[in-house]
């Protein structure tokens, strides 16, 4: 019975005994019936039972029966990534008590962790998942999005084995938010697999275009082109990101536009356009925040495009390095300072100074967080200065991370 369930919940908030409720009521032991549904009781006892409580029956019947479509909506909100919509309804559940019932604080806490992850508060994450993981008997689908949780959080984190193990592991029997897909690809691209991130993308793009969600049917079919142009053999078409950056206006998703002509800049560098590549970076950086991440991977990239160009003067881009390291330090972005200190002495043509930076700076701290990727470019370009000085030794510690990750089985003589 839901009124013995919602009468329980609020005499143990409000550490009240069972003799207390019932007196001038019903026995101590008929309120512990009444509270595990073992018994039938008049209207007019639980009317008196809420009035002593300081609760309306009805209204709180109501709630209750409500609260999983108001969660579902929120989980919603969460993976279509509408945070303004997320935040209203976290706002709206607050208001709610009944959420801390047993039977619902568990489902809710899952959720509240998806969404301190999507605005990145990582620091009640961390407390979030320490709680969940002392949980017992936990259902099959609460199982597998706590796992998923834990992908992301790896995700975030740049534990990218770490994510790929958690989200490995999830059973799509029990889970029926195949978005843990998309997770999966942005991990393997976070180690340049480039088919793995294909395939698991193009899964969730099958997934995101049944549910309808286009702003991460957009994300989906992003991470797929970011894939196939790094194919020398491929040359995607300029119209295939702008069909996608039409979509983003069309909908007004400002920060996936933003990501789209991001990357369009990139694919013109790529081909050599570095004249067209700025014009796309700037358009990014005009539509993006400063103080974040996004803003400074535009700007970099304006940096080394506009240095191949070689067009503008060194004064100028020597500023624009050092904007890039103040932005980097106020919002502690390790990875792009350290990038924009290699624009400095790139710019000032101090290759010395570039290279001992690289190597005892900007390698150790990609290797730490484990950014594959720039590990094997910068792999390559240190392998090649200690070559051209003659360190053989030296040239031969680059080249083993290259040689252990492309080596196969020997089927041959």
Same mark, same amino acid.
């Given at each position: =019975?839901?009124?013995?369930?919602? +009468?329980?919940?609020?005499?143990?908030?409000?550490? *009240? =005994?069972?003799? &207390?409720?019932?007196?001038?009521?019903?026995?101590?032991?008929?309120?512990?019936?009444?509270?595990?549904?073992?018994?039938?009781?008049?209207?007019?006892?639980?009317?008196?039972?809420?009035?002593?409580?300081?609760?309306? =029956?009805?209204?709180?019947?109501?709630?209750?029966?409500? !609260?999983?479509?108001?969660?579902?909506?929120?989980?919603?909100?969460?993976?279509?990534?509408?945070?303004?919509?997320?935040?209203?309804?976290?706002?709206? %559940?607050?208001?709610?008590?009944?959420?801390?019932?047993?039977?619902?604080?568990?489902?809710?806490?899952?959720?509240?962790?998806?969404?301190?992850?999507?605005?990145?508060?990582?620091?009640?994450?961390?407390?979030?998942?320490?709680?969940?993981?002392?949980?017992?008997?936990?259902?099959?689908?609460?199982?597998?999005?706590?796992?998923?949780?834990?992908? #992301?959080?790896?995700? $975030?984190?740049?534990?990218?084995?770490?994510?790929?193990?958690?989200?490995?592991?999830? &059973?799509?029997?029990?889970?029926?938010?195949?978005?843990?897909?998309?997770?999966?690809?942005?991990?393997?691209?976070?180690?340049?697999?480039? @088919?793995?991130?294909?395939?698991?993308?193009? /899964?969730? !793009?099958?997934?995101?275009?049944?549910?309808?969600?286009?702003?991460? #049917?957009?994300?989906?079919?992003?991470? *797929?082109?970011?894939?196939?142009?790094q194919d020398e053999y491929y040359h995607p078409k300029e119209s295939e990101y702008q069909r996608l950056i039409e979509m983003t206006e069309n909908l007004g998703l400002?920060?996936?536009?933003? *990501?789209?002509?991001?990357?369009?800049?990139?694919?013109?560098?790529?081909?050599?356009?570095?004249?067209?590549?700025?014009?796309?970076?700037?358009?990014?950086?005009?539509?993006?925040?400063?103080?974040?991440?996004?803003?400074?991977?535009?700007?970099?990239?304006?940096?080394?495009?506009?240095?191949?160009?070689?067009?503008?003067?060194?004064?100028?881009?020597?500023?624009?390095?050092?904007?890039? +390291?103040?932005?980097?330090?106020?919002?502690?972005?390790?990875?792009?300072?350290?990038?924009?200190?290699?624009?400095?002495?790139? %710019?000032?043509?101090? /290759?010395?100074?570039?290279?001992?930076? $690289?190597?005892?700076?900007?390698?150790?701290?990609?290797?730490?967080?484990?950014? @594959? %990727?720039? +590990?094997?470019?910068?792999?390559?370009?240190?392998?090649?200065?200690? *070559?051209?000085?003659?360190?053989?030794?030296?040239?031969?510690?680059?080249?083993?991370?290259?040689?252990?990750?492309?080596?196969? /089985?020997?089927?041959?003589?």
């Amino acid at each position: =019975m839901l009124e013995g369930k919602i +009468i329980k919940f609020y005499r143990e908030r409000q550490n *009240m =005994m069972q003799k &207390d409720l019932g007196s001038g009521i019903c026995s101590s032991t008929h309120i512990s019936k009444i509270e595990r549904g073992l018994t039938e009781v008049s209207k007019e006892t639980i009317e008196l039972l809420a009035k002593r409580l300081g609760i309306d =029956m009805k209204s709180e019947i109501e709630t209750y029966l409500g !609260l999983d479509s108001l969660l579902k909506k929120w989980h919603e909100a969460i993976i279509m990534k509408l945070n303004s919509k997320a935040e209203s309804i976290k706002k709206q %559940l607050e208001t709610v008590p009944l959420l801390h019932m047993p039977d619902i604080y568990r489902s809710y806490t899952l959720i509240l962790t998806r969404y301190y992850l999507l605005i990145g508060e990582d620091q009640y994450v961390d407390s979030l998942i320490g709680e969940m993981d002392r949980w017992l008997d936990l259902s099959p689908y609460d199982k597998n999005m706590l796992l998923h949780i834990k992908g #992301i959080h790896g995700l $975030l984190k740049k534990e990218t084995d770490v994510s790929i193990s958690f989200l490995h592991e999830i &059973d799509p029997t029990y889970y029926n938010n195949q978005e843990y897909y998309y997770h999966l690809a942005f991990a393997y691209h976070s180690l340049n697999s480039r @088919v793995l991130a294909y395939y698991y993308a193009e /899964k969730s !793009l099958r997934f995101f275009t049944e549910e309808r969600i286009f702003t991460r #049917i957009i994300e989906a079919e992003m991470l *797929m082109l970011i894939q196939v142009e790094q194919d020398e053999y491929y040359h995607p078409k300029e119209s295939e990101y702008q069909r996608l950056i039409e979509m983003t206006e069309n909908l007004g998703l400002k920060h996936q536009r933003s *990501m789209l002509i991001h990357n369009l800049a990139y694919q013109q560098v790529r081909k050599g356009d570095f004249e067209k590549a700025c014009e796309y970076y700037e358009q990014s950086m005009d539509s993006r925040d400063p103080e974040t991440s996004y803003y400074l991977g535009s700007l970099e990239g304006y940096i080394n495009s506009a240095t191949r160009q070689g067009l503008k003067s060194t004064e100028e881009l020597l500023q624009l390095a050092e904007k890039g +390291i103040s932005l980097s330090e106020k919002i502690n972005e390790t990875t792009f300072k350290h990038f924009f200190h290699l624009h400095k002495y790139n %710019l000032k043509n101090n /290759k010395e100074e570039y290279y001992q930076y $690289l190597e005892k700076e900007v390698f150790p701290y990609f290797k730490k967080m484990g950014l @594959v %990727l720039l +590990i094997e470019h910068y792999s390559i370009k240190l392998f090649d200065y200690h *070559m051209e000085k003659g360190n053989t030794a030296e040239a031969n510690t680059y080249a083993k991370f290259l040689v252990e990750k492309y080596r196969q /089985k020997d089927y041959f003589v």
